[in-house]
């Protein structure tokens, strides 16, 4: 199967201060990814997409950048605040192939007031 | 913001028994999914269904599951014979057809509901 991974199980950061959360993925043919956030209880909610003919995709305080020479992906959350407290998770799909998408294990993140 | 809804949050279920769980996704979207994740695992893709039919599963997606649109608005998942390793959340998504930059849109999840079997 995918393997979708993510270098650090838990981060932790201050208030005010930008966040970098990272994810691997294996399969080079994956051209979709996403990143959702998930809060404690809640169902994951997308926080931004990128296609593999980009890599770096900007929205509100978040940047994705893709890096396809070594499947790499990240999340740079900027001004990170008390709200932005929860698990991150990529997942990436193959457009053309189906509708399934690989998740990761997820980052949890942590802000400190 | 439109958003899918899941009942019930919570379902306690005994081993052997079945299980339907309810979905609502948003009201112009075609394609519809079930997920579930295992308590401190990944989020496992189960099936999606378009067009009134299943476009694809997993291998996890075996015979005792089922889904089912029996209207136009809900689309259920229903577990035949409940085993304890059934227990988990498990979210549903829809997608509308078409979005900003072309034939991708992102899948929109309810918040859930937790199956627990005893």
């Known amino acids: 199967g995918e393997s979708v991974g993510l270098h650090l199980p838990t981060l932790s950061v201050q208030e005010g201060d930008n966040s970098i959360i990272n994810c691997a993925y294996s399969n080079s043919a994956s051209d979709y990814f996403i990143w959702y956030k998930q809060e404690s209880g809640k169902g994951p909610q997308f926080i931004i997409d990128?296609?593999?003919?980009?890599d770096k995709r900007q929205g509100q305080r978040v940047t994705v950048l893709l890096n396809k020479t070594v499947k790499h992906l990240s999340l740079q959350i900027a001004a990170t605040q008390p709200g932005d407290s929860a698990v991150y998770f990529c997942?990436?799909?193959?457009?053309?192939?189906?509708?399934?998408?690989?998740f990761g294990t997820g980052t949890s993140l942590t802000v400190i007031p | 913001e439109p958003e899918v809804t899941q009942t019930p949050s919570h379902q306690v279920t005994q081993m052997g028994q079945e299980v339907i769980l309810r979905c609502v996704p948003i009201s112009n979207h075609l394609y519809f999914y079930w997920y579930r994740q295992i308590l401190g695992q990944k989020v496992e893709f189960l099936v999606s269904?378009?067009?009134?039919?299943?476009?694809?599963k997993s291998e996890i997606f075996d015979d005792q599951f089922s889904v089912e649109r029996p209207d136009g608005s809900n689309f259920t998942l229903k577990i035949r014979s409940t085993k304890l390793e059934d227990s988990a959340m498990y979210f549903c998504a829809s997608k509308g057809l078409y979005g900003q930059g072309g034939s991708n849109q992102p899948q929109h999840f309810g918040d859930g509901t937790r199956l627990s079997i005893l």
């Open positions: 997942a990436e799909k193959v457009m053309s192939t189906g509708n399934q998408f690989y």
């Open positions: 269904f378009y067009n009134n039919e299943i476009s694809e």
């Open positions: 990128i296609r593999s003919n980009m």
